[in-house]
């Protein structure tokens, strides 16, 4: 099956700091998503984004599929952005495979 | 609009009980799945629907079975439970409409197996 991984594991921050968390997959892929867990366990979509560059607020994401890396961008952390972020990968079928998650911690 | 909504939140099991969770959805989705997700771990996939009567296995299918007799409903059921089957269970649904197909999660159910 398609392998992800996503880096770096962990990440702390001060609030306002940039980031970029990474997701490198091992095959071609026509479904990418990312999420954010918040400290209560809840799931969010933050982005369907299997090629190209997407922005939502202070977060925007890319996806090189010919080089099977994507990259999620948060500017100007804030607490409220501390949780685990999950890449997940798909193929021709409907399954998603997740990556391990990229901890992050932002300080007041 | 509720989205997706799973019951129950929290359950407590002892070795060889049964029991099902349910996952309910609002959106018409077509598409619904049931994962896992256990410590410091990435979610895994153990079921999925593409419609209504129709179920296929995901990457750790055993010991669970799955019904989706009605659109909105997709049930997750533990036969005999086992303390490797404690985790938390989130149910999603999607449907690939606008050339989109994100998944949608609900809050979870925290199972524990004595």
């Known amino acids: 099956g398609i392998q992800v991984e996503q880096s770096p594991p962990d990440l702390i921050l001060q609030e306002g700091a940039n980031s970029t968390l990474r997701c490198n997959f091992s095959d071609s892929v026509n479904n990418l998503q990312w999420f954010h867990q918040n400290p209560w366990g809840q799931l969010i979509n933050l982005f369907y984004i299997p090629s190209g560059t997407k922005q939502n607020g202070r977060l925007s994401a890319t996806t090189v599929a010919t080089e099977r890396y994507s990259l999620l961008y948060i500017s100007s952390s804030q607490t409220t952005d501390s949780g685990v972020y999950f890449c997940a990968v798909g193929g021709s079928a409907r399954q998603l495979t997740f990556g391990s998650g990229t901890q992050l911690t932002v300080l007041p | 609009n509720a989205g997706v909504t799973q019951t129950p939140k929290f359950r407590v099991l002892k070795t060889g009980q049964s029991m099902t969770l349910l996952c309910a959805q609002d959106m018409n989705h077509e598409y619904m799945y049931w994962y896992r997700q256990d410590p410091g771990m990435g979610l895994r996939l153990i079921h999925y629907s593409v419609g209504e009567g129709t179920t296929a296995k995901g990457e750790v299918p055993d010991g669970y079975n799955v019904s989706r007799l009605k659109k909105q409903n997709f049930l997750l059921g533990l036969e005999s439970a086992a303390p490797s089957q404690t985790s938390v269970y989130f149910c999603?649904?999607?449907?690939?409409?606008?050339?989109?197909?994100?998944?949608?999660f609900g809050p979870g159910t925290r199972l524990t197996v004595l």
């Open positions: 999603a649904s999607s449907s690939y409409r606008g050339g989109t197909d994100t998944q949608y």
